[in-house]
């Protein structure tokens, strides 16, 4: 996704940002929702563009949208809705009420008659900006836990299912705990045993067509991340039970909704997937992950390598240790970077550890270049004293007086 064909170098580029009001940032912190996930294709824009003026059937489009996913995804059907967590809601809703309208109008707080328990991993029970259980609480049903926060067991799975099971919920993102869970095959065939859907949420994840493959009912993905579309979710899989969630389009799902420019724009967004450079694009993500290699090698305090992702997609990523020797914490130099000239986001998450990330997958053209002098200045600065005591806790503070 990095360097997007047709993109234009930064100085070309006309920056609404600062029409707006808005700092430039320059993320290398992954495609997160909250800086805006990614750079949309210009294959997405122009066919959101073109359908605007126009009136559709919507659910002609989406019986159009649907061919396209099953094409790339291998499922039997698919749909576009407002995000993956509303995906994974409708996913869950649609294993409880099937094809049952009224159930359907019921949801979420009349569930009488229904199985509304979710199996998933304690070790996937994870916030991705909103507990995921949340998502399961939103259609109406109940998770049940299985297994320890660091170990889940083919017994502990088997056990939990009972009468009242609907469904079951497996995450996979570089939240969850990378060890000791049930591989998703073998999750997988216990469950058809018992003929529980498996519903995968794959928010983050390069791979269209592997979880169904190995066994998922309904595959979750994201439209915008990877993808570059517009901020979509996408729901692919068994055709009656991608019917069923997209039947909570007359419930739930009715908030969730999307128009028919995001329909589209992931229709456009998955075709240029398929014609996409994706051998270029990760020559060039080497290479600036090799130039801020580079940069760092001679500061003193500062140690980095680059490592894979956590979760087998086809990238790697900067991870810098910031030592004591270096005058910063992890936390303060992820702060002072990003209240730099311009602003760099890293991927902070692991900061308490004592390091960051840099994902150079949403760069425009120049901005490796910026960076790496960024991180140079920014270490070589004598202001470090002021970040020192950089908490996340300002992050909360600043989101409590919203909008001012």
Not at 22 to 32: A, D, F, H
Not at 296 to 321: E, F, H, K, M
Request: glycine share 10%; aromatic share 4%; charged share 20%.
């Amino acid at each position: 996704m990095s360097l997007q064909p047709g993109g234009a170098p930064a100085a070309e580029r006309t920056d609404i940002r600062a029409e707006l009001g808005l700092r430039p940032i320059i993320n290398v912190s992954g495609t997160m929702t909250a800086l805006g996930a990614s750079i949309m294709v210009p294959e997405a824009i122009a066919a959101m563009a073109a359908i605007a003026p126009e009136f559709v059937e919507i659910d002609d489009l989406h019986r159009k949208a649907s061919a396209v996913l099953a094409r790339l995804t291998g499922a039997e059907a698919g749909f576009v809705t407002a995000s993956c967590a509303s995906g994974i809601a409708l996913s869950i809703a649609g294993s409880m009420t099937r094809d049952d309208l009224l159930a359907i109008e019921r949801l979420p707080d009349v569930t009488e008659g229904l199985k509304t328990e979710v199996l998933i991993q304690l070790g996937h029970v994870v916030s991705f900006g909103a507990p995921i259980d949340q998502s399961i609480r939103l259609a109406g049903g109940k998770a049940v836990p299985v297994g320890t926060v660091s170990l889940a067991q083919p017994y502990q799975l088997e056990s939990a299912i009972g009468q009242r099971t609907a469904a079951a919920l497996y995450v996979v993102s570089h939240h969850t705990v990378q060890f000791g869970m049930i591989p998703l095959p073998d999750f997988a065939a216990i469950c058809r045993k018992r003929e529980i859907p498996v519903i995968v949420d794959a928010a983050s994840e390069y791979d269209l067509r592997g979880f169904l493959a190995q066994g998922a009912d309904i595959a979750v993905y994201s439209g915008h991340k990877f993808l570059g579309g517009p901020t979509t979710g996408i729901v692919a899989g068994r055709k009656d039970l991608v019917r069923a969630a997209y039947l909570q389009n007359r419930g739930i799902g009715r908030g969730m909704k999307v128009g028919k420019e995001s329909i589209v724009g992931v229709m456009a967004a998955l075709q240029a997937w398929e014609k996409r450079d994706h051998g270029g694009i990760r020559e060039r993500e080497r290479a600036a992950l090799q130039l801020w290699l580079e940069a760092l090698q001679a500061l003193r305090g500062i140690a980095a390598t680059i490592v894979p992702d956590p979760t087998d997609n086809p990238l790697d990523r900067l991870q810098v240790s910031v030592l004591p020797e270096s005058g910063f914490t992890a936390a303060g130099l992820a702060a002072a970077l990003a209240q730099g000239s311009p602003p760099v986001i890293v991927r902070d998450h692991e900061v308490e550890r004592g390091h960051f990330f840099l994902d150079p997958c949403n760069l425009h053209p120049g901005e490796a270049e910026i960076v790496a002098r960024q991180l140079v200045e920014t270490l070589r600065s004598s202001n470090a004293a002021r970040f020192a005591a950089a908490e996340r806790q300002r992050s909360i503070e600043r989101l409590m007086k919203w909008p001012d």
